[in-house]
């Protein structure tokens, strides 16, 4: 069944062409990433899907019989809203039995109010859906659900924009950048969801674990035109290069042919029969084959760095709190030469915080920093991109440097600096307020760069960046010479420039994990199961009898918990049977086996907490 179609778009700002003759179909059951350089017209294509937007011409269609959601990089919400408004905005019976419950949930004491909601909840059946909105807000950390939107960060307003799309459960969601303001525990559990869901996806994602764990198709807008490729990333990057060398190939052989065209032409006389006007003609066909550029821009810099001497930064017992939330208790820490930290925790753990102690933003409550006599930071925030909206691009480089210094005396003119960075000449003169979020961030970084620095500190520099930016701007890294340390949610481009990590892990407490984000996150899952065989273990043991004490009885919500576990947990069984049976099947790949493996050890998981609280309230019952 179609869900999508889309026919010849065009659109455009100013005398920038966007999208040019854009045609794409999505069927049912399609998880289909949209990829393309920044300022593409992605975001723009994906507000025109969602009628947010008019193409100047070309048509999108929906299927009419299906339900629709799009969640954009930058949620609108009614600022004057709660939470609870905002999230379950649909007039539905349900959603009005379950908003009044999750609004009562906020003044428990108040026992009619939560009689008349548990009998809202009955009335609409709707306990089964609210188990799942419980899941949901608590996964993505939306608390304080009276709480107006206006009070909110950027952050909490696309969580609240994204757990509002996953609770309508469309067949048909539109996302850009999902990923964005979503901690790395999150990301987990949102790929996992949509792995398990029913649904069909369009998204523009510059998360590549994320697109490769969701997605099965991709398509890349290039030049205005569209290229699918089914399968994953690495497939991807594989046809797109083959791609890439036949089209240089075709040009190679257009300009050897169009060099003789052109002497023909210069020694014509200048009247011309019928067959000589078509050998014009076809000159200029030519001429637009052969002129075609298909070579990716790379961001290829060697920029010039101070030395750092022997000291270079250290952290001597630093303690910092908010009232009772504990961000640093006596960490201590000295910076080698060359080091490259990742720092890994839940959202308001404190990451930015400790960036902003280290660059003297914030002071701590005890302990000192101590800061090398050589050190140049460069600190790229997310708090700090405020770039001159009323500037042209070459304006805001050229009032840093006209000429930017390079390695071994070199040095660099402003334009062939942007050029690099992916900003062609016809580009440089275009006003900061007409480029795209991530042509933003770019320019932003560019000027972080432009300093020299020898220890980069970046905070969620991946956030809006376009694969093709992302790629160059990890080789850029991996070069690198100085001390790098980074708040990413990007395990890709974490794995890849990290070698040890700073792991929060609450009370203030930060542990030093020495290796990737990769091979924490499995000794961490490693770590869970065997807890999970010990506590298994120590409840087989016989108990000693006790004498009965009274114990509080269910709950209504918990009774309806406990009437319907049964059923789950016998579900679950026969899930993990099938795939124990798929994986005794000779004829699978190393990654079926891997993919099939993860599943198997995620419904174990669920059976035994289940079990366990089907044991719990047993019990009580």
Not at 418 to 438: D, I
């Amino acid at each position: 069944m179609n869900y999508l179609t889309v026919e010849n778009l065009r659109h455009s700002y100013a005398d920038r062409v966007l999208l040019d003759g854009v045609t794409f179909y999505i069927d049912k059951g399609q998880k289909v990433a949209l990829v393309a350089k920044n300022g593409s017209g992605k975001s723009t294509l994906l507000r025109i899907i969602a009628g947010l937007e008019k193409p100047e011409k070309g048509t999108v269609s929906i299927n009419k019989n299906i339900r629709f959601s799009y969640l954009s990089q930058e949620p609108e919400l009614d600022e004057n809203k709660t939470i609870t408004e905002s999230i379950f905005a649909s007039d539905t019976p349900m959603m009005q039995a379950i908003r009044f419950y999750e609004e009562a949930m906020e003044d428990s004491e108040n026992q009619q109010r939560m009689k008349e909601a548990f009998a809202r909840m009955d009335a609409a059946n709707a306990w089964d859906y609210e188990s799942k909105v419980s899941q949901v807000l608590g996964i993505l950390k939306i608390h304080h659900l009276t709480q107006a939107v206006k009070y909110l960060s950027g952050g909490q307003k696309k969580r609240i924009a994204l757990a509002k799309v996953l609770l309508e459960e469309p067949d048909f969601l539109v996302m850009d950048e999902p990923t964005n303001h979503l901690d790395l525990d999150m990301i987990e559990w949102f790929e996992q969801y949509l792995d398990r869901a029913n649904m069909t996806l369009l998204m523009v994602t510059h998360d590549r674990y994320f697109l490769d764990s969701v997605c099965n198709e991709i398509i890349e807008l290039d030049k205005g035109e569209v290229y699918r490729f089914k399968g994953d990333y690495a497939y991807y990057i594989e046809k797109k290069a083959e791609r890439q060398e036949s089209e240089l190939a075709t040009i190679d052989k257009a300009q050897n042919l169009l060099r003789k065209e052109l002497d023909w032409m210069r020694r014509q006389p200048k009247a011309r029969g019928t067959k000589a006007r078509a050998r014009i003609d076809a000159f200029y066909d030519l001429k637009e084959v052969a002129s075609k550029d298909v070579k990716e821009k790379e961001l290829k810099l060697s920029i010039k760095m101070e030395r750092l001497g022997g000291k270079i930064l250290e952290l001597h017992h630093v303690r910092k709190a908010y009232g009772d939330l504990k961000i640093l208790e006596d960490f201590s820490y000295k910076f080698r030469e060359g080091e490259r930290v990742g720092i890994v925790g839940p959202n308001g753990s404190g990451k930015s915080t400790l960036l902003n102690m280290i660059m003297e933003r914030e002071q701590p409550d005890g302990g000192k920093i101590v800061r090398g006599d050589t050190i140049v930071f460069g600190y790229y925030s997310q708090a700090g991109i405020q770039l001159p909206e009323n500037k042209r691009v070459i304006e805001v480089i050229k009032d840093i440097a006209e000429y930017i210094p390079l390695d071994k005396g070199k040095t660099l003119r402003a334009e062939s600096f942007l050029e690099r960075f992916l900003f062609p000449p016809e580009q440089q003169y275009t006003p900061v307020s007409k480029l795209s979020g991530g042509e933003k961030r770019r320019l932003y970084l560019m000027t972080i760069l432009m300093k020299n620095p020898n220890f980069l500190i970046l905070d969620e520099p991946t956030n809006d960046l376009d694969i093709v930016t992302l790629n160059v701007l990890e080789e850029f890294l991996e070069g690198y010479k100085g001390c790098l340390l980074m708040v990413s949610h990007d395990r890709h481009f974490m794995d890849k420039l990290t070698d040890h990590l700073f792991v929060y892990e609450g009370e203030g407490i930060i542990k030093d994990f020495n290796g990737n984000y990769t091979e924490y996150k499995l000794g961490k899952e490693a770590q869970k199961i065997q807890q999970r065989q010990e506590t298994k273990e120590r409840k087989e043991e016989p108990k000693p009898i006790e004498e009965k004490s009274e114990k509080k009885k269910l709950s209504y919500k918990e009774q309806r918990e406990y009437d319907s576990l049964e059923a789950e947990i016998a579900q679950l069984e026969t899930q993990r049977d099938e795939l124990t049976a798929q994986l005794g099947n000779g004829n699978l790949s190393g990654q079926q086996v891997q993919d099939i493996g993860k599943q198997l050890a995620e419904t174990i998981q669920a059976i035994d907490e289940k079990t366990n609280r089907w044991i719990e309230l047993a019990e009580r019952a």
